[in-house]
Each structure stands twice: as structure tokens, then as C-alpha cells.
């Protein structure tokens, strides 16, 4: 269920508004007014209804009210709220649009400056609805491109094969004259034998043979150096063919190879943000409960799997080496242990949790942890006495150590963190086991650098929700405030921009919950809702769409449970 609509913010129009005409709950501008019967106190619809849940007096003058009491205002006062000037509620996006109330609404839903979250797989950038067709199919570097070599590379193949084809007219007039010269040579033999045959004839006979031996000689080194230039010109033709070719084909290599390394670096940040193939969500554990369950994003189907070996709540959990490994929490007592199933090809019911050699470095629940190369990086949690502010680093393999790599600015339980490369991204929590010390701070801290450094904090304190990274975003589902209030928001944070604005709210209020991403969509299950209610729902929400959709519940209610992706 989402929070109600209060009235408008009175900062929002372009002229002073009435005192008369602010709602006697919220003090905003009135939105669709209803009176007290009685005395004409004026109050926004969903103010009004809200108060009454809990309540059957009006608020000012504490007559019987109820829902269907409430009266319409006189219509001059719905005329004076319909011509009041108000701003886009995208005035801070860039909308410079001042119009009348009443068509507020209509505006708003075509506004070219709606935040719109770009929908290629491992983008996740935010928008003004009117940029997003040109980042998606021209600017964002996750679209799917297109190669502008390829008619190049045909025009150049070609263009070869017509230099060949004039290769082989020359050669074939080059052996029509080797032809023809040697047709000659043959005929000059043939006359100097017959002049020999005659050399008892007169002397101007003799002064002829001579002559004609002398032009046989001359056209034999003409044809010959002629032959000899034209050989020349096909030699240099197949030389400039092959430096042509060899250039070609480098070009071609160069074209391939940037292509395999764009393919690469898309196909990593890809695998940092994206589920790829993985379409199954183990669920396990939570408060008061061992059962583990999986859930078919493909065939929308629950199914059991085998049960922890203790009841097990506030741990973390991660996927190392084909196991799905649970790290910590509370089983009666807060434990430091470790416990794993492996999944390889994938988890049923006959296969069975067995203990992990690895520990984490004290007793701790609530904390966060995500998994680096081969070590667990671990922030904060709770013992049951101190609140922690360590960043610590456990080895996955032989020996197992651990060790504090920093500390956080100050110490946190109930919090989140997400990896960006080489960099941790912790938000929200709380600085003491209690809601009521919820914060909004963001740290980075860069693991190579072994450094923290303070982000621009989120829109409002928070603790106890979940996240998932989309691309260079974290988005925070859910969680408490620090009033007790379980939220049903949506937050996106950059984390290079440092910006950050809300997604459309989840179909129901949830704090303790988890969540994971698979393709287009975050998936949100279980936690506690409103009155304490524990909960089996479970809803996702399409970036394509934009928005909410409940799933097939679990089989059993949970909360400070873990899910993970495999």
C-alpha cells in the first residue's frame, strides 16, 4: 500500500495563496477539498481520510466525523484552486512550465522532463524522459552497435579484384608478344640458314644478308628490353597488389581486435550490474525460522530445498566456488561461523549444508559484506554490546586470516554495500542498535587506495532496507526511518554524479527485506511491513515498464532473511 498524497507545496506557485485555502493537516496548498459539515473546516481528501482510519472527530473542532460526512466545498472555492499558477513538479529537472491547476495533472503526465532510467542492460543512467531514445540508440555506451567498417572493407575487396583483373589482361598481352617475338626469332633462324646455303652468289646478295642480320639483331634487343619493361610494370603491379593486400588485412585485424576489446569491457561491466543466464533465487533462513526455499524466475515456481542445520537470522550470504555460502547472524547466540551448500549443477533436496573453515573475525549480525576476487570485505555489524565502524578483508582460501584493512567514518549495523570495480559504496544504517539512530551518509572506500571517502548523503535517514546495484547506481528498496515508519520509497543514487531521485514506490511498505537483480528487473521478498506484519510477499520491478508487479508469495514469512542468484 503507498503513503497517501498530502496537498501541494505552497513554494511550488508563481502568487501568494490565500491562508484560507491550506489544509488544516498538512498546512499545504489544498488538494481536492472536503469539508467538516458543521463549521466548513476545509482539509485535503486524502489528509482527512488518512486522519479518520484512526479516528471519528474532526481534528479542529472535534465533531463526530466520518468519511461519508465529509461535504463538498462551494464551488467558487474549487474555481480559485483551479486558476492558481503553479510550477512543473520538475522544476529542479529543467521544466520552466508555469500552468493552471487544473491542469496540472495532464501536464505532468506528458512532461519531457520526467526522470526516465536508461533500460540498456548495464546502463541504469537517469534521464529527462524526452533525452532517452537519443542516449539509448546513440549516446549510451551499453547500446548495441553497429559496424561501420564492413562497407569499407567491401569497397577495398573490390577495388582488389579489379587491379587483379587488369593484372591478367597485361600478362595475357605480355604472352601474345613473347608469341609473336619468338614467331620472328624462328623466321630470322630460318633466313640465315638459306643465306648460308648462298654464299657463292654475288656480292650485293652477301651485302643483304648482312643487312638483314643486322635488323634481326636490333629487333631482337628492342623486343627484348621492351619484353623486359613490360615484366618490370607486372612486377611492380604484384608488389603494390600485395603491400595493398597486407594493409588491407591489417586494417581488418585492427578493426577486429577493438571490436573483441569493446565486446569485452561491455561484457564486464555487464557481468558487474546484469544476472546474465542465472534464473533461480535461494532464499534462506530468517528470524525464527531454518527452511530454505528456491524461486524459478522463468517458470514463476517455489520449490523447498534442504533446511539449515539451525534456525539462522541477520546473516550475509554470497555465491564462492559453486556454494552458496551463509557468513554469520544469530542461532540463539550471534556466531562467527560459516555454513554452505554447494550448487553445482544446482541445489535439491537431497543436497545438504555442511560447515565452511572460514569465520569472520568476531560474532556479528547485521553487518554487510560483498565478495572480492578471493577474499569477503566486511563492514560494521553488531556483537550485542558495540556497534562496529571496521572494514575487514577474510582470505576464502588456505590459511583464512583476517584483518582490519580501515575504519568507517563512524561505526554502522543495519547498513548496505555495494561493489563498484575496485571501490565499496556503504549507505545508510544506523549508528546504534536502534532505529532511531538511522542515518543518510554514503561512503566510498577505494580498496586499492585503502581510503573513505564522504559522498552527498541520500534524500532522507534510513535503515534496514535492501539494495542492488543497476550499472553505476545503487538503488535502496525500502527500510525504517528514523520515526519507526517502515517505507515502502525507492531511492537510485549515483555514485559518480553523486545525484540522486526516487523510482516508482513498491506495491507494499517492507523493511528487513532483500533483494536481487535478474535481467530487466529487482526483484524485492519478504521482510516487515506495516503493524509488524511479517511477510511472503514477494514483487519486482521492470525497468522497461516502469513499474511494480507482485510475484507467487514464498511458502513462510520472513524477515532478516538472505536470497541470492544462481
Not at 329 to 336: A, H, K
Not at 420 to 436: E, N
Not at 556 to 566: C, E, G, I, K, N
Given at each position: 500500500?503507498?503513503?497517501?498524497?498530502?496537498?501541494?507545496?505552497?513554494?511550488?506557485?508563481?502568487?501568494?495563496?490565500?491562508?484560507?485555502?491550506?489544509?488544516?493537516?498538512?498546512?499545504?496548498?489544498?488538494?481536492?477539498?472536503?469539508?467538516?459539515?458543521?463549521?466548513?473546516?476545509?482539509?485535503?481528501?486524502?489528509?482527512?481520510?488518512?486522519?479518520?482510519?484512526?479516528?471519528?472527530?474532526?481534528?479542529?473542532?472535534?465533531?463526530?466525523?466520518?468519511?461519508?460526512?465529509?461535504?463538498?466545498?462551494?464551488?467558487?472555492?474549487?474555481?480559485?484552486?483551479?486558476?492558481?499558477?503553479?510550477?512543473?513538479?520538475?522544476?529542479?529537472?529543467?521544466?520552466?512550465?508555469?500552468?493552471?491547476?487544473?491542469?496540472?495533472?495532464?501536464?505532468?503526465?506528458?512532461?519531457?522532463?520526467?526522470?526516465?532510467?536508461?533500460?540498456?542492460?548495464?546502463?541504469?543512467?537517469?534521464?529527462?524522459?524526452?533525452?532517452?531514445?537519443?542516449?539509448?540508440?546513440?549516446?549510451?555506451?551499453?547500446?548495441?552497435?553497429?559496424?561501420?567498417?564492413?562497407?569499407?572493407?567491401?569497397?577495398?575487396?573490390?577495388?582488389?579484384?579489379?587491379?587483379?583483373?587488369?593484372?591478367?589482361?597485361?600478362?595475357?598481352?605480355?604472352?601474345?608478344?613473347?608469341?609473336?617475338?619468338?614467331?620472328?626469332?624462328?623466321?630470322?633462324?630460318?633466313?640465315?640458314?638459306?643465306?648460308?646455303?648462298?654464299?657463292?652468289?654475288?656480292?650485293?646478295?652477301?651485302?643483304?644478308?648482312?643487312?638483314?642480320?643486322?635488323?634481326?639483331?636490333?629487333?631482337?634487343?628492342?623486343?627484348?628490353?621492351?619484353?623486359?619493361?613490360?615484366?618490370?610494370?607486372?612486377?611492380?603491379?604484384?608488389?603494390?597488389?600485395?603491400?595493398?593486400?597486407?594493409?588491407?588485412?591489417?586494417?581488418?585485424?585492427?578493426?577486429?581486435?577493438?571490436?573483441?576489446?569493446?565486446?569485452?569491457?561491455?561484457?564486464?561491466?555487464?557481468?558487474?550490474?546484469?544476472?546474465?543466464?542465472k534464473e533461480n533465487i535461494i532464499v534462506?533462513?530468517?528470524?525464527?525460522?531454518?527452511?530454505?526455499?528456491?524461486?524459478?524466475?522463468?517458470?514463476?515456481?517455489?520449490?523447498?530445498?534442504?533446511?539449515?542445520?539451525?534456525?539462522?537470522?541477520?546473516?550475509?550470504?554470497?555465491?564462492?566456488?559453486?556454494?552458496?555460502?551463509?557468513?554469520?547472524?544469530?542461532?540463539?547466540?550471534?556466531?562467527?561461523?560459516?555454513?554452505?551448500?554447494?550448487?553445482?549443477?544446482?541445489?535439491?533436496?537431497?543436497?545438504?549444508?555442511?560447515?565452511?573453515?572460514?569465520?569472520?573475525?568476531?560474532?556479528?549480525?547485521?553487518?554487510?559484506?560483498?565478495?572480492?576476487?578471493?577474499?569477503?570485505?566486511?563492514?560494521?555489524?553488531?556483537?550485542?554490546k558495540v556497534v562496529f565502524d571496521c572494514?575487514?578483508?577474510?582470505?576464502?582460501?588456505?590459511?583464512?586470516?583476517?584483518?582490519?584493512?580501515?575504519?568507517?567514518?563512524?561505526?554502522?549495523?543495519?547498513?548496505?554495500?555495494?561493489?563498484?570495480?575496485?571501490?565499496?559504496?556503504?549507505?545508510?544504517?544506523?549508528?546504534?542498535?536502534?532505529?532511531?539512530?538511522?542515518?543518510?551518509?554514503?561512503?566510498?572506500?577505494?580498496?586499492?587506495?585503502?581510503?573513505?571517502?564522504?559522498?552527498?548523503?541520500?534524500?532522507?535517514?534510513?535503515?534496514?532496507?535492501?539494495?542492488?546495484?543497476?550499472?553505476?547506481?545503487?538503488?535502496?528498496?525500502?527500510?525504517?526511518?528514523?520515526?519507526?515508519?517502515?517505507?515502502?520509497?525507492?531511492?537510485?543514487?549515483?555514485?559518480?554524479?553523486?545525484?540522486?531521485?526516487?523510482?516508482?514506490?513498491?506495491?507494499c511498505k517492507r523493511c528487513k527485506c532483500?533483494?536481487?537483480?535478474?535481467?530487466?528487473?529487482?526483484?524485492?521478498?519478504?521482510?516487515?511491513?506495516?503493524?509488524?506484519?511479517?511477510?511472503?510477499?514477494?514483487?519486482?520491478?521492470?525497468?522497461?515498464?516502469?513499474?511494480?508487479?507482485?510475484?507467487?508469495?514464498?511458502?513462510?514469512?520472513?524477515?532478516?532473511?538472505?536470497?541470492?542468484?544462481?
Open positions: 500500500m503507498a503513503s497517501y498524497i498530502q496537498g501541494y507545496d505552497e513554494e511550488r506557485f508563481a502568487v501568494k495563496v490565500n491562508r484560507n485555502f491550506l489544509c488544516l493537516i498538512c498546512f499545504n496548498v489544498l488538494k481536492d477539498p472536503v469539508l467538516c459539515p458543521r463549521n466548513q473546516h476545509c482539509f485535503c481528501r486524502a489528509c482527512i481520510t488518512k486522519h479518520l482510519e484512526n479516528s471519528r472527530k474532526c481534528p479542529t473542532c472535534a465533531d463526530e466525523l466520518t468519511v461519508e460526512t465529509l461535504a463538498k466545498p462551494q464551488r467558487m472555492i474549487k474555481d480559485y484552486l483551479d486558476e492558481l499558477n503553479i510550477h512543473c513538479v520538475y522544476n529542479n529537472r529543467g521544466c520552466e512550465e508555469i500552468v493552471q491547476l487544473q491542469h496540472l495533472d495532464n501536464h505532468e503526465a506528458t512532461c519531457g522532463f520526467t526522470p526516465a532510467v536508461c533500460t540498456n542492460p548495464g546502463c541504469g543512467a537517469i534521464l529527462n524522459q524526452r533525452d532517452l531514445i537519443n542516449h539509448e540508440s546513440e549516446l549510451c555506451e551499453f547500446r548495441k552497435l553497429k559496424c561501420h567498417s564492413c562497407g569499407e572493407m567491401t569497397k577495398t575487396l573490390a577495388d582488389i579484384e579489379k587491379r587483379m583483373a587488369r593484372i591478367e589482361t597485361n600478362l595475357a598481352t605480355v604472352e601474345t608478344n613473347v608469341a609473336t617475338n619468338m614467331a620472328k626469332m624462328a623466321t630470322a633462324v630460318a633466313m640465315e640458314t638459306r643465306m648460308n646455303d648462298m654464299q657463292t652468289n654475288v656480292a650485293n646478295v652477301e651485302t643483304q644478308i648482312a643487312n638483314v642480320e643486322k635488323n634481326i639483331e636490333m629487333n631482337m634487343e628492342r623486343n627484348s628490353a621492351d619484353m623486359e619493361g613490360k615484366l618490370e610494370a607486372v612486377n611492380n603491379e604484384v608488389r603494390g597488389l600485395k603491400t595493398a593486400l597486407i594493409q588491407g588485412f591489417d586494417e581488418m585485424k585492427d578493426v577486429l581486435v577493438k571490436m573483441e576489446d569493446k565486446i569485452e569491457e561491455n561484457a564486464r561491466k555487464v557481468r558487474n550490474a546484469a544476472s546474465g543466464d534462506a533462513g530468517g528470524n525464527g525460522t531454518d527452511s530454505v526455499e528456491m524461486f524459478n524466475w522463468r517458470q514463476r515456481t517455489w520449490s523447498p530445498l534442504q533446511s539449515l542445520p539451525k534456525k539462522r537470522y541477520a546473516a550475509t550470504s554470497f555465491v564462492y566456488n559453486n556454494h552458496v555460502t551463509i557468513a554469520g547472524g544469530c542461532c540463539s547466540d550471534f556466531v562467527d561461523d560459516m555454513i554452505r551448500m554447494n550448487i553445482n549443477p544446482k541445489p535439491d533436496l537431497s543436497t545438504h549444508w555442511s560447515d565452511c573453515p572460514v569465520k569472520l573475525p568476531g560474532k556479528l549480525v547485521s553487518h554487510s559484506s560483498v565478495l572480492y576476487n578471493d577474499q569477503l570485505i566486511v563492514t560494521g555489524g553488531y556483537n550485542g572494514i575487514h578483508e577474510v582470505q576464502l582460501n588456505p590459511p583464512y586470516t583476517a584483518k582490519t584493512l580501515s575504519r568507517m567514518p563512524e561505526p554502522r549495523v543495519y547498513h548496505s554495500t555495494q561493489l563498484f570495480d575496485d571501490s565499496l559504496l556503504i549507505v545508510g544504517g544506523s549508528t546504534a542498535a536502534s532505529y532511531q539512530n538511522s542515518c543518510s551518509s554514503v561512503v566510498l572506500y577505494d580498496i586499492k587506495k585503502n581510503e573513505c571517502k564522504q559522498l552527498a548523503p541520500l534524500p532522507y535517514e534510513v535503515s534496514d532496507m535492501a539494495t542492488v546495484r543497476w550499472g553505476d547506481n545503487i538503488i535502496l528498496i525500502g527500510g525504517i526511518d528514523k520515526r519507526g515508519n517502515r517505507l515502502d520509497t525507492v531511492i537510485i543514487y549515483n555514485v559518480k554524479t553523486e545525484q540522486s531521485c526516487m523510482l516508482p514506490a513498491m506495491r532483500t533483494a536481487v537483480v535478474i535481467g530487466n528487473n529487482i526483484v524485492v521478498l519478504g521482510g516487515v511491513g506495516e503493524q509488524r506484519r511479517n511477510l511472503k510477499s514477494v514483487e519486482a520491478f521492470n525497468f522497461e515498464s516502469y513499474t511494480w508487479q507482485e510475484l507467487p508469495e514464498m511458502s513462510q514469512a520472513r524477515w532478516w532473511h538472505t536470497a541470492v542468484l544462481v
